[in-house]
């Protein structure tokens, strides 16, 4: 159960800027101390040697430093630009959010600033002869931060935006949030009940947009008591416009309304952490684009669906384990559960319809069907069982040669 704010913060460390900044700030204060430690310094005088050449050195780090991070930046917006193409526009949101890209540009950037801020202060004179030596001290660590960064970037540039490692965030997104929401099943609330009590009434955001948060510790405050219990009515992911019900509550007063309003997080576009609809949604869309006209790549799609086994097997044995009645933190705020059925909608019926001309394809889709069929209780099953009927359907329509719709069909038997 995550409050608003420490989502906010989890997505501000995502940031690029925000390790940018913070590594930049370290390299100016490091290049400081040497100026603000002199007067309680003194250094032997055999550590000295070499300090005379730390002018050179902060000008070569400087001016290599800018060229690298404008090579690394424009190598960034290349990766940015084939996932787009390549897998899905919403894959480019988790490699702007990479931690091994937004380390490597900040080192750069803060080695950057580190030498230029000590560029100034030797030109200013601030430095005496221990300071010096301090100074080239820590340039000497500065330059050990930016080789192993930059062996370490050469490596994963060889990576950074190809199909395969892009396929492979969006199945950990993905993983990760089914994770959470199988340790949360109702996000942190109770399970809503069958029928709802008389005279509730709605609680409408007033904004459009995808709902990308809900903060349950708020609304666990506004629900003290069964009498002020909150029904929350959408999930998120949910698309809502003015007019939707994001809550409902008992007879309640305009602030309280404004007030449980304000717990739902509603903006332009989805979010991986708390839908794992939209991580399945996304491998599905990489899945009919590798199958588009344009790339024909049926392999992708099958490496895809491959993914998806791997994403969907948690959830369905946690559904067949039958241990989402859980004791949750947010006793009297209740929370409709995650459906199979919308799942299971959301991948199999764009990757059937897309790859229906694919023999290949339909035999994977119905090996992957048999594979979380052997997982889920009954529901799942029964789902497995109602798309392997689907994907025959539409590959019936789909292929031309009766052997290839056969080769489809037999696995219903299996």
């Known amino acids: ?86 897998v899905s526009p919403r894959a480019t949101l988790l490699l702007i959010e990479d931690r091994v890209t937004q380390n490597t540009l900040a080192t750069f950037i803060g080695a950057f600033l580190f030498s230029l801020v000590g560029i100034v202060a030797l030109a200013a004179g601030i430095y005496d002869a221990d300071g010096r030596t301090l100074l080239f001290g820590a340039t000497l660590i500065v330059i050990v931060l930016v080789v192993y960064q930059l062996i370490k970037w050469a490596g994963y540039l060889t990576r950074l935006g190809r199909v395969r490692d892009t396929i492979g965030k969006v199945e950990k997104a993905a993983s990760d949030a089914f994770q959470n929401r199988i340790d949360n099943p109702y996000l942190g609330g109770q399970a809503t009940p069958p029928s709802l009590a008389p005279g509730l009434q709605p609680v409408r955001g007033g904004k459009i947009g995808y709902v990308q948060h809900i903060d349950m510790k708020r609304l666990d405050t506004l629900a003290s008591d069964s009498d002020k ?4 009515r959408v999930l998120p992911g949910k698309y809502v416009d003015e007019q939707t019900v994001l809550a409902l509550s008992a007879p309640h007063d ?15 576009s989805r979010r991986y952490e708390q839908d794992p609809r939209f991580g399945i949604i996304v491998l599905a869309e990489v899945a009919s684009k590798a199958l588009s006209p344009g790339i024909n790549d049926p392999g992708t799609a099958i490496d895809v669906i491959g993914c998806s086994v791997r994403v969907l097997t948690p959830w369905l044995r946690h559904a067949a384990d039958g241990i989402d009645e859980v004791e949750q933190p947010a006793a009297h705020v209740y929370v409709d559960p995650l459906r199979s059925e919308d799942i299971f909608d959301d991948f199999f019926t764009p990757v059937g319809r897309d790859g229906a001309a694919t023999v290949e394809i339909g035999i994977r889709l119905q090996k992957a069907l048999i594979s979380l069929a052997a997982v889920g209780d009954d529901n799942g099953r029964r789902l497995a069982r109602h798309y392997m009927h689907e994907v025959v359907e539409r590959f019936d329509h789909g292929l031309v040669l009766e052997a290839d719709r056969q080769r489809v069909r037999q696995w219903l038997d299996a």
């Open 254 to 268: 305009e602030e309280r309304a404004r007030t449980i309003a304000a717990a739902f997080t509603v903006g332009p």
């Open 1 to 86: 159960m995550i409050g608003r704010l420490q989502w906010i913060w989890h997505r501000l460390r995502r940031s690029l800027w925000y390790r940018a900044t913070i590594y930049s700030l370290g390299g100016v204060v490091t290049a400081l101390v040497a100026w603000l430690a002199t007067p309680w310094l003194d250094v032997p005088s055999i550590l000295k040697v070499g300090s005379t050449a730390v002018d050179d050195i902060l000008n070569i780090i400087g001016s290599s430093m800018l060229a690298v991070t404008t090579f690394s930046l424009s190598a960034m917006v290349t990766a940015y630009g084939s996932a787009t193409s390549n």
């Open 229 to 232: 219990a909150i029904f929350v």
